[in-house]
C-alpha cells in the first residue's frame, strides 16, 4: 500500500469565500478520494492563514478582535467545506499552537543553517499584498494587483532568509526532477524566475502585532507569508504535517488555487 500525502493552499481569511477557493477544493478532494480508492494510506490538510495586516484590519472595521475576527471566518470557510463534503483529514488554522511552534521550529532550523540575517528593509509597499514592491510591480506609484491602492514608502528592520544562496542548487533540481512542478508550463515560469535572478527575501515583520512571534526577537512577527510554508510542507517540521509526512511521506502534493497548479515535492513523480 502507497502512502499519499496532499494539501492545498491555506486560504486568506480576510475576506469571504470565492469560487476559486471552492475550484481548488473540490480538485484536491477528488485526488484524495481517488488515491483513497485505490487503496493509498492518505492524509488530505487544508485549513486557514489568519496572520496579517489584513486580517488586523478586517476586525477593526468589524468591530471585533482579532481573535474573534479569525474564529468567525475560520468557521466560515470550515462550513463551506462541509457543505461541499470536503473530505479533509485535519482543517489547520495558523493559530492552532501546534502551528505556532511548527513555524517557530521551522524558523529554528534555517537559523541554524546561517540563512537567516537582519537588515533593514526600504521600499515601496503594497499594504493589500503585505509585501515590498520593485519598480516594475508599480504604475505610476500603484501596485499592479491592486490599481487602485497607492504604495507606501516604508523603512522597517527585518529578518531576510538568503534565497540567493540557493539559486544553483534549485536549477538542479528542475534539471533533475522534470515533474517536480506540474503543468510543464507553470515549471517553465518558475524556471524562468530562477534563471532571472534570486533575491533574499525579508521574513519578519516589526510593524505587526497579529502573528506567530518571531524565534529570538519578540518585537518581530513572521511574515505571513513564510507561515503557511511549514504547514503545507510535507518535509516540515510542523506538528500535525509531521504526522501526516510519516504517514504519507513517499508521496506528497500541493495543488494551488486557481491555476490549478499541482507540485510534487518530494518526489518528482505525478499525482
Ligand atoms: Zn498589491
Known amino acids: 500500500m502507497s502512502k ?45 492563514d489568519e496572520h496579517s495586516l489584513n486580517v488586523e484590519r478586517r476586525a477593526r472595521e468589524e468591530g471585533l478582535s482579532t481573535k474573534d475576527f479569525s474564529d468567525r471566518m475560520a468557521e466560515v470557510y470550515r462550513q463551506i467545506e462541509s457543505r461541499f463534503q470536503i473530505s479533509y483529514d485535519r482543517f489547520i488554522r495558523t493559530e492552532d499552537p501546534d502551528h505556532v511552534k511548527g513555524v517557530q521550529d521551522f524558523i529554528e532550523r534555517i537559523k541554524q543553517h546561517d540563512d537567516i540575517y537582519k537588515g533593514t528593509y526600504e521600499g515601496w509597499y503594497c499594504t493589500s499584498c503585505e509585501e515590498f514592491k520593485q519598480d516594475a510591480d508599480l504604475r505610476d506609484g500603484f501596485c499592479l494587483i491592486h490599481p487602485t491602492l497607492k504604495a507606501t514608502y516604508l523603512k522597517e528592520e527585518n529578518y ?97 488555487g486557481k491555476t490549478s497548479r499541482v507540485f510534487t515535492p518530494s518526489t518528482g513523480r505525478p499525482c
Not at 471552492?22 to 485549513?47: C, N, P, S
Open 4 to 48: 499519499f500525502y496532499i494539501t492545498t493552499a491555506i486560504v486568506y481569511i480576510n475576506n469571504t469565500p470565492h469560487l476559486g477557493f471552492i475550484y481548488e477544493l473540490t480538485g484536491t478532494d477528488v485526488l484524495a478520494r481517488y488515491h483513497r480508492m485505490i487503496g493509498d494510506e492518505t492524509f488530505f490538510l487544508t485549513g486557514s
Open 160 to 256: 531576510f532568509f538568503a534565497l540567493s544562496r540557493y539559486q544553483d542548487r534549485l536549477l538542479e533540481h528542475f534539471e533533475k526532477h522534470p515533474q517536480f512542478v506540474q503543468p510543464e508550463s507553470r515549471r517553465n515560469e518558475i524556471l524562468s524566475i530562477i534563471r532571472g535572478g534570486l533575491r533574499d527575501f525579508s521574513i519578519s515583520r516589526s510593524t505587526v502585532r497579529w502573528g506567530v512571534p518571531f524565534p529570538g526577537d519578540d518585537r518581530h512577527v513572521v511574515y505571513v507569508g513564510a507561515t503557511p510554508s511549514p504547514t503545507t510542507s510535507p518535509a516540515s517540521a510542523m506538528a500535525a504535517t509531521r504526522r501526516s509526512s510519516r504517514r504519507g511521506g513517499r508521496r506528497t502534493c500541493m495543488s494551488l
